[in-house]
């Protein structure tokens, strides 16, 4: 096996392992190691193109609490010289890393950074990246080859300690020097420029002209420090953000400088070169995301992107010439192994079709289940991700989508069920070893996501039904899938002996603005007491479920509650049905009308027949308006009809009623009356098998 260098060279094993059913997330994904009695090669030569983007790789960022939890647990054992515990994102960690992005063909990392000092907290990191062949960068606004967190330490001992170069020039110039005289014999990348300290736009007063001293500067201690021209050593220059703006008022950087062009957090590019511009000597390059944390809300729990966005947006930077480097936000990397496998591949070679990119998914997953059940496995890691990317979970509330236009919220909610049924479904049928592989692929975010949105739907139906059955239920299914989310997170974090502790513990419910909760927070529910329950005209129709009383009288026949008996909630009855109720016997419903005139009094009452001979009479009366009873099956003796079609029988009288509130006394002269729904029609009734919804 040979490589035109060492990278090389290592690519060439890794192709050989994968080809042989070694998967490049055999590690972070406990992907098994395919087993087989005999390997051919059909070629005697194999040879692979070289990459078509000079430096591939990604971003470790947003660490806090999920990765860096789980390193603690796994690596913060190490103590440093002073007998001190070592940040867990130390060699161990990043030798698991550097081997992922080495089996993936890339040979870029921007290491993690919120807590950590990637050549600081351990000289064995940098030692390992050379040894292993691993470019090493800061991100883009980490300049000179010095974390932020060597900052946030250490400020004191750099001038008056203010992240300031017109207040601090001579602090922070040697701040910077010291980054460049650490690491500038190793296979570095060095970010240039300034912004506001922890990743802020620069203040008011600093502006372009500062920029451009601070860069010329700062490439002038590169020369000093390395003893040789500034063009001699890689560099970027990140126009992320605001800097953007000021590359687009003029400024510039020398032109052996790579130019990184960012998206906009989302995936979206937000700068291409121009095609007359695209041949600098310098470059460019791509700084895009699959995680963010900023606004309008951070995007850091599970997988959010779709591969034919990435294909779209990427393969465009390409063709208008950003090939020198690309690195991509991954966050906590578990959640992301299916684009950042992606990614890696296409920055191998952009020039895949679209046909290529169509038929990505599949064959990826054949490599990650062994083959198992590929075509279903497929389809709902491609469908989940197109659901996901149409909105993120963490921007989920109760109002995100129309209870009432289209049937929206219901038809999205009815795709995530049918998903997770399947995904449910699959999990029984795929092999005992493939089963972990699966969980983390597909079935937790499927799952995981489908249960977000039934508890944000039953949120929506919490606050927007006046009917107190329909609301205390879906307050108890909040509460339940609010439960379930807990049970479902840490399912996964014990998945392979507890292997993935801490990887899915990313904060997600209980957002109030941009910013991550720091625990969940069970969205806001409400609860109604019959007794205070008023039904309200909606679309022309009070809608009032028979449960749903306000008050009942008390006796010898009490009229009863039988659960779920009926075509939608609850039935009830007066018990006991050998003693003959009159209207002493009664229940009472509140409810608030907006029209006036003429309407339908439509009772909805269970399939009993005329077993006494009879017939079987309810009554009502609405206020002090007059006694109103029906004789509903008098003549009725169990003809095949629409009574035993329906399982129900519909009875009608019309009333009129002022605009208002008004009490609705029920009650009724026989046993075995079966009460399930009542509802008033203003104008025209349209008939349907179960009545009006009640909301």
């Not at 009432?404 to 479904?425: C, P, T, V």
Request: net charge negative; charged share 25%; proline share 3%.
């Amino acid at each position: 096996m040979i490589g035109n260098d060492r990278r090389g060279t290592i690519y060439a094993i890794y192709e050989f392992l994968s080809q042989i059913g070694v998967s490049p997330w055999h590690y972070w994904m406990d992907v098994p190691i395919k087993k087989q009695a005999e390997l051919y090669l059909n070629e005697p030569f194999f040879l692979i193109d070289a990459p078509k983007v000079e430096m591939r790789g990604f971003f470790i960022n947003d660490e806090w609490p999920a990765a860096g939890n789980w390193a603690t647990k796994h690596f913060g054992h190490l103590m440093n010289e002073k007998g001190e515990k070592m940040n867990s994102f130390n060699h161990l960690y990043y030798e698991k890393l550097f081997d992922l992005l080495l089996r993936l063909k890339g040979n870029f990392i921007w290491p993690a950074m919120w807590d950590s000092a990637f050549y600081a907290d351990d000289p064995e990191n940098s030692k390992l990246a050379q040894k292993m062949g691993v470019i090493i960068g800061t991100s883009h606004h980490e300049p000179m080859g010095r974390n932020h967190q060597e900052w946030i330490r250490n400020h004191g001992q750099y001038g008056n300690g203010d992240w300031d170069y017109e207040s601090n020039q001579e602090g922070l110039e040697k701040y910077f020097r010291q980054g460049i005289e650490r690491s500038y014999q190793t296979e570095d990348i060095f970010t240039l420029g300034m912004r506001g300290n922890g990743d802020e736009a620069m203040g008011e007063g600093e502006n372009i002209s500062l920029l451009e001293q601070i860069i010329n500067k700062q490439r002038k201690i590169i020369s000093e420090v390395t003893g040789r021209s500034a063009k001699e050593t890689p560099q970027i220059w990140a126009l992320y953000k605001e800097v953007q703006d000021y590359y687009d008022k003029g400024m510039r950087v020398p032109d052996d400088v790579i130019l990184l062009l960012c998206d906009d957090n989302w995936g979206n590019l937000r700068k291409l070169p121009s095609l007359e511009n695209r041949d600098r000597k310098g470059g460019f390059g791509i700084y895009y995301h699959y995680d963010y944390v900023g606004g309008p809300r951070n995007s850091k729990w599970i997988n959010v992107s779709q591969i034919q966005r990435t294909w779209e947006q990427i393969t465009l930077a390409y063709n208008y010439g950003v090939r020198k480097l690309w690195v991509v936000n991954v966050g906590d990397l578990k959640g992301q192994e299916y684009p950042l496998s992606y990614f890696m591949d296409l920055a191998w070679n952009p020039e895949q079709s679209l046909e290529e990119m169509e038929g990505y998914t599949k064959n990826w997953v054949e490599k990650q289940l062994g083959g198992n059940y590929i075509n279903d496995a497929s389809k709902l890691l491609a469908a989940y991700s197109k659901l996901n990317m149409t909105i993120s979970p963490e921007l989920l509330d109760k109002d995100t989508f129309s209870l009432e236009i289209d049937y929206e919220f219901e038809r999205i909610l009815a795709n995530y069920r049918d998903l997770s049924n399947q995904a449910g479904q699959l999990f029984v049928l795929m092999p005992e070893e493939y089963r972990q592989v699966y969980e983390q692929l597909i079935y937790f975010p499927l799952v995981a996501t489908a249960n977000l949105y039934e508890m944000y739907y039953a949120q929506a139906i919490n606050w927007k039904s006046n009917d107190t059955k329909i609301v205390n239920q879906a307050a108890d299914k909040v509460e339940w899938c609010f439960k379930r989310d807990a049970e479902l997170t840490s399912h996964y974090n014990y998945l392979n002996n507890g292997k993935w502790e801490h990887m899915m513990s990313q904060t997600h419910i209980g957002y109030h603005d941009w910013q991550e909760p720091e625990y969940q927070i069970m969205p806001e529910i409400r609860r109604l007491k019959s007794e205070e329950y008023l039904s309200k005209e909606i679309d022309q129709s009070v809608v009032i479920e028979a449960a749903d009383f306000n008050e009942k009288s008390q006796g010898e026949v009490v009229w009863t509650e039988i659960a779920d008996m009926g075509k939608t909630f609850s039935a009830i009855t007066p018990l006991p049905n050998n003693i003959i109720p009159s209207k002493q016997n009664f229940v009472c419903y509140d409810f608030e009308t907006s029209s006036s005139g003429e309407f339908q009094v439509e009772v909805f009452l269970s399939p009993s027949l005329n077993w006494n001979n009879s017939g079987l009479i309810y009554g009502y009366q609405i206020d002090d308006g007059a006694e109103v009873e029906i004789n509903f099956n008098g003549k009725y003796k169990g003809e095949l009809g629409n009574w035993q079609a329906d399982r129900i029988i519909r009875s009608l009288s019309v009333a009129k009623l002022e605009q208002g509130k008004h009490r609705l006394l029920f009650y009724a002269k026989s046993p075995d009356v079966i009460l399930q729904k009542i509802v008033l029609h203003f104008g025209r009734n349209k008939r349907n098998l179960f009545g009006k919804k009640s909301f």
